[in-house]
């Protein structure tokens, strides 16, 4: 049995998620959609990241299992021809029989993008958050400081999501650059929590607007509590950027 890895761009605005839902348009749903046509048998399509609805692609990896003999430089051409334009694979690979898309992970690198502007951007609009306010970029860096270690992002966890045995990742980096209308803040960690990227944007968000302090996220950080923290951002201005492998 081959052992198919896949790199995958998808633009998540119309759709509903990246895990499978009966009747709803998923990335998980159509790709499996496409690998069954190719093959005549229903295939578990694994993916590194489950992103919600909303949320875009540009390096999301999928893995799955197939006796089929299509030449692996062939798969994203077949794929692509059963998939809609909302999702495209770039590149497939022969992974070992052990490779887990998610599971063998060692980091993922998302992007949150803010379109910092009187009037928003047609252009953008589908993937970037537009905030009128005019954001201080260096309050909201000095504030992403103290959010990068191994740290304990209770906080940062949406409210009622699934448990978890434990809160703590490593975020490794947690960049804010601004580049005209354009605010980028990328994080890289081994892990995150469920819309833990996003309520850290909603957080960063408040400090740039001058509504709270930049040491107050470490007061954030060490209660633990999410109604303490900042509102869950938009999901369209967030990314799956890249995910990293051992």
């Known amino acids: 049995m081959r052992n198919i890895r896949c790199v995958v761009e998808y633009d998540g605005t ?12 998923t ?18 399509v694994i993916g590194a990241g489950r992103t919600d609805a909303g949320v875009h692609a540009l390096g999301q ?14 798969w ?49 609009d589908r993937y970037s958050l537009h905030v009128r306010v005019p954001l201080d ?3 909201m860096r000095e504030a992403a400081s103290r959010l ?9 966890r949406a409210a009622g999501s699934t448990p978890v045995r434990s809160t703590v990742r490593h975020l490794q ?3 804010v650059r601004r580049d005209g209308p354009r605010i980028d803040i990328e994080a890289k960690a081994d892990g995150f929590l469920y819309h833990m990227m996003r309520n850290i944007v909603g957080t960063l968000l408040l400090v740039g607007e001058g509504r709270r302090p930049p040491e107050w996220v470490s007061e ?3 209660s633990g509590r999410r109604e303490l923290a900042g509102p869950t951002a938009a999901a369209r201005g967030l990314c799956l950027v890249l995910v990293e492998y051992g």
């Open 27 to 44: 990335v998980q749903g159509w790709l499996e959609e496409a690998v069954a046509s190719l093959t005549g048998r229903a295939t578990a």
């Open 76 to 124: 994203p051409y077949a794929l692509n021809s059963r998939l809609p334009r909302s999702i495209v694979v770039k590149d497939a690979a022969e992974a070992p029989g052990d490779f887990h898309a998610r599971k063998s992970a060692v980091a993922k690198v998302y992007r949150y993008s803010v379109w910092n502007a009187p009037f928003p951007s047609v252009f953008h």
């Open 220 to 222: 954030v950080l060490a």
């Open 173 to 175: 980096v947690l960049d």
């Open 61 to 74: 990896v999928v893995n799955f299992h197939t006796d089929s003999g299509i030449p692996v430089d062939r």
């Open 14 to 25: 119309d759709l509903c998620g990246f895990q499978r839902q009966a009747g709803k348009p």
């Open 137 to 139: 970029v260096g309050a």
């Open 148 to 156: 990068v270690g191994r740290l304990d992002f209770a906080a940062f």
